[in-house]
């Protein structure tokens, strides 16, 4: 499953797409904090079975979080415009996509995350293939009827470095902290964080005082 480090670096690539002029560094660090938000929920498994990839990574996270910025919209004394005036709100809704992007959706379309927690309690995941066959013609295995889900947090355990098995654990158990577990997540990471720098250092090139600096 991705770690925190890879949700955070697709947030890097949400961020650098979406922030348009409201870009600079403290706005991009909102972003990316905000990715790594749902993988909280984690050190809610010891004393919440099942916590983990459902107390934070419901869809109803990021709708609230949604809701909140419409309100603080429509609010006269805004905390959005008051920290980023008149970029608040922008900054705001792209940290409210990381969330989403880069925070959700990549555990979703690996092995899964309980979308609607606690208001249906089934994991679902979008994971498998589609192809173009000379014998079987278009084949893809992503939605397959008859198959809902794939379990409830009582019989499904995701296992992280706080929470490496259900129950009680060992005094020997082996806790693992992922940094990357495949080529394709180093390149995401690679990609994500070497945009940003890219970003950032373009930004400061152009900057104010850029021609004087020339």
Known sequence: MPSTLVHVAVAGLVGTALLGAAFDRRAIAVVLAA????????????????????LLHTFLFPALLAAIVLWDARRTGSVARRWWDDRGH????????????????????????????????????VNGELLLSNQRGLVQTFVELGKSGVGTTETVHYS?????????????????????????????????????????????RSGPGADERR
Not at 40 to 50: E, I, Q, R
Not at 168 to 185: H, L, P
């Open 35 to 54: 990715a790594a938000l749902p993988d909280l929920d984690a050190f809610a498994g010891p004393v919440l079975p099942g916590a983990h990839r459902a």
């Open 90 to 125: 922008r900054v705001a809704w792209v940290a409210v996509a990381g969330v989403l992007l880069g925070g959700i959706l990549p555990d979703l379309f690996t092995n899964g995350v309980n979308v609607l927690y606690p208001v249906h309690d089934t994991f679902y995941r």
């Open 160 to 204: 992280t470095g706080v929470d490496p098995t259900p129950g009680a654990e060992s005094a020997n158990v082996e806790r693992r902290f992922y940094v990357v577990q495949s080529g394709f997540e180093l390149l995401t990471v690679l990609l994500g964080f070497g945009l940003v720098g890219v970003r950032l250092w373009d930004d400061d």
